[in-house]
């Protein structure tokens, strides 16, 4: 016997099936879409089945967009010659706000994690490699035609041929420094070391604001390591 809204009861079950929602969030989220008024209840319905429909991944780089290419592997104010590996879509937005890279990127679709089920067949690494393989084979080492500007080009248009076969210099691997993200990175550095291209990853240590005494053990180490020049 259902003590309240079967309807309310079917809203909790929805939200409890998000990740991180637990049952009694899932009642505070349907309480407050109770208390919302209907318009905007209907425009979050609308955005939900719009994201649904709408948002594909990326054919060049896998991360979500509404657009094939997405914007920016279309850009033509991007640096070409870097390539930044991350793991999910997720990740592109957090480095996207430092507003301190400018190349573009790659996103894996996961990490090896043999414990998980997932090898390197099912991340979009083979893509990754074929990308660089085939900046590789480029005719002339930075030497391209110049493309038409953001401006004149189309939604969905694809980037044109001799812009995306600029040399690869260098691929960061932005991994999160655990196991599996040191697996991925190893296992992609291999792969990419017959083409001649800078491999890096990024820098660990202190947080900014933080302390030294009650860093582990291994944050510090990683500090030390990757220590720079003032």
């Known amino acids: 016997m259902h003590l309240t809204s079967e309807t309310v009861e079917t809203l909790v079950e929805q939200f409890?099936?998000?990740p991180t929602v637990g049952r009694k969030t899932a009642q505070r989220l349907a309480a407050f879409v109770l208390k919302m008024p209907r318009e905007e209840v209907v425009d979050l319905a609308r955005a939900l089945v719009a994201a649904k429909d709408k948002v594909?991944?990326?054919?060049?780089c896998f991360n979500v967009t509404d657009v094939d290419p997405c914007p920016v592997c279309q850009s033509e104010r991007r640096d070409r010659s870097v390539i930044c590996v991350v793991e999910e879509a997720s990740d592109v937005i957090a480095l996207e706000r430092t507003g301190e890279f400018r190349g573009l990127y790659h996103v894996l679709g996961g990490?090896?994690?043999?414990?998980?089920?997932v090898g390197p067949d099912d991340l979009h690494i083979s893509e990754l490699v074929a990308r660089v393989a085939g900046a590789a084979s480029a005719p002339a080492a930075g030497v391209v035609s110049e493309p038409p500007a953001d401006a004149d080009?189309?939604?969905g248009e694809a980037?044109?041929?001799e812009a995306e076969r600029v040399p690869i210099a260098e691929v960061i691997l932005a991994m999160n420094p655990n196991v599996e993200g040191d697996t991925t990175a190893y296992y992609v550095g291999q792969m990419l070391s017959p083409f001649g291209v800078t491999v890096s990853r990024l820098a660990r240590g202190l947080p900014i604001g933080g302390d030294l005494e009650f860093a582990d053990e291994a944050t510090l180490s990683r500090a030390l390591e990757g220590r720079a020049g003032l």
């Open 16 to 18: 409890s099936k998000l």
């Open 56 to 60: 594909k991944t990326c054919s060049v």
């Open 111 to 117: 990490v090896i994690s043999p414990l998980d089920g």
């Open 153 to 155: 080009r189309q939604p």
């Open 159 to 161: 980037v044109p041929a």
